[in-house]
């Protein structure tokens, strides 16, 4: 048996007996959740167990929650990936091209090529407004969190450290720009509630025993390296803006009174096959054969630490839920799971 056939063959096995949960892939040492036999003797997570279809307002509801008055514009963050561009091309269908502007936060050097040219040819097609707004100092401090992290790795740190200043620049600098700019006081999201990772969380609680601010606050005085120049002002910033992991939007509303965050994904199922499949034939949307998160440079030196700290990534959840989402099929999903291994 030569190597490429011992290498199938482990693929095999390990898709065969997976240490997972027997109903989605997520595995069993994923942090924050919790496994019983059901009365199949089959392995459930918590997150199977609790799982209950969210209910999407629809259509009528986003038209009547935006309110959009005569001569006003609304503001939607895009990236290059397809969820952004999906919910800007959707904005455009409903409000008109005329009325929506796409604002794009671009961390100067650390962007795919690709997603820039998504941008673009997505503004050229729909005939709609986009603003690049760029933070040029983000690649220095993302090299020196870099560094930093390299001398005491941590798992709970991976993202505070490694994103530092970027949730500020999606919700902060974006609205400021566009509030002062074009007098846009309505913004959309078009972060996916699939996309979610609970994990990150409970590893900042446990460090925390069990408030995750303090377990930021201990983490970041666990590494003097840290302690460089605004870096730790920027970083609990950041954590005060993370609305999505949250019961409520309490984080944004108080830093921007007059700021309305619109989320798309109260409105309509996130589907990634189908919104792929439109962004592709009405944008000409591309990216690399590993398309989720593609936009960002930073993701890969995330899942590398991931899955070399823990075994796994952002992904696992994802797809897990894509499972209980019935998007997709157990299978498909532990196929799709070793396809993100092989990548990082």
């Known amino acids: 048996m030569n190597i490429q056939e011992h290498s199938n063959l482990a693929i095999k096995e390990k898709i065969q007996t997976p240490k997972v949960c027997d109903y989605c892939v997520l595995p069993l040492n994923y942090k924050g959740a919790h ?51 999906f919910a800007w091309m959707t904005l455009c269908d409903l409000f008109g091209s005329e009325n929506v502007i796409a604002f794009n936060y671009h961390k ?110 201990k983490g970041l005085g666990e590494n003097p390296a840290y302690n460089f120049d605004q ?11 993370t609305y999505k992991i ?24 996130n589907n990634p096959s189908y919104y792929e499949k439109e962004v592709k034939k009405r944008l000409n949307w591309n990216c690399p054969k590993n398309s989720w998160r593609f936009d960002c440079i930073i993701e890969s030196f995330k899942d590398f630490f991931y899955y070399g700290l823990l075994g796994y990534t952002e992904t ?3 797809i897990s839920e894509m499972i209980r989402y019935k998007l997709i099929d157990r299978n498909e999903g532990l196929k799709q799971i070793e396809s993100v291994k092989y990548f990082v």
């Open 316 to 318: 696992d959840y994802k």
């Open 108 to 217: 100067t050097g650390l962007v795919h090529p690709l997603a820039v040219q998504n941008i673009k040819n997505a503004s050229k097609l729909l005939n709609s407004q986009v603003v690049i707004v760029e933070d040029k100092d983000f690649k220095e401090r993302f090299k020196k969190n870099l560094k930093a992290f390299l001398k005491k790795p941590d798992p709970a740190l991976v993202r505070v450290a490694l994103c530092s200043g970027c949730r500020y620049g999606i919700t902060g600098k974006l609205y400021e720009y566009a509030n002062s700019k074009y007098n846009i006081k309505k913004f959309v999201s078009a972060a996916s509630y699939l996309e979610l990772a609970p994990f990150k969380n409970e590893l900042l609680k446990e460090k925390g025993n069990g408030n995750s601010k303090y377990g930021l606050i």
């Open 231 to 241: 870096n730790i002002e920027i970083i609990l910033r950041d954590d005060n803006l």
């Open 35 to 85: 496994f019983s036999l059901d009365e199949f003797g089959k392995r459930k997570c918590n997150f199977c167990m609790n799982h209950t279809e969210k209910c999407f307002k629809g259509k009528e509801a986003l038209l009547n929650d935006i309110d959009l008055e005569k001569n006003e514009k609304i503001g939607i963050m895009v990236s290059g990936g397809k969820d952004g561009l």
């Open 246 to 269: 949250k019961s409520n939007y309490t984080g944004v509303k108080s830093n921007f009174s007059n700021y309305k965050l619109i989320d798309f994904d109260d409105y309509f199922p």
